[in-house]
């Protein structure tokens, strides 16, 4: 059984950093693509970054580019996402993605297991 659980969320000011964790369980990690997307109150689900299953291709939403990055772990089956520079528009339901056909796409048709998200509230 496939599981993607994220971590990381929480309540920081406005400036802050924080660093989103997603572990997969139950599939090789190693030839799998990531993305995380987020969802804030009253919105559509959106693309925030995603990765390639070899790391070599990332992918930015502009709303995140400059101030987010997106990496992975293939030994620990984590990938991750750094939040620099946070503003109150970036508070969201964050959720990772898993893509088993190992390409990074915006898309978020293209993943095939989702986790449960992150919470992460950015205060003014």
């Known amino acids: 059984q496939v599981q993607l659980v994220e971590s990381g969320g929480g309540l920081v000011q406005t400036g802050g950093s924080l660093r989103l964790s997603c572990v997969v369980s139950?599939?090789?990690?190693?030839?799998?693509?990531m993305g995380w997307f987020r969802q804030a109150p009253g919105k559509e689900r959106e693309f925030v970054a995603a990765?390639?299953?070899?790391?070599?291709?990332?992918y930015y939403a502009d709303s995140v580019k400059g101030r987010t990055t997106i990496s992975r772990d293939n030994a620990k089956n984590t990938a991750y996402l750094q939040m620099n520079s946070l503003k109150p528009e970036d508070t969201a339901v964050y959720y990772c993605?898993?893509?088993?056909?190992?390409?990074?796409?915006?898309?978020?048709?293209?993943?095939?297991?989702w986790g449960q998200g992150t919470h992460v509230t950015i205060s003014s």
């Open positions: 993605a898993a893509n088993f056909r190992g390409i990074a796409s915006r898309a978020p048709y293209e993943y095939d297991y």
């Open positions: 139950g599939r090789t990690f190693s030839i799998t693509a």
């Open positions: 990765i390639s299953w070899d790391g070599r291709t990332t």
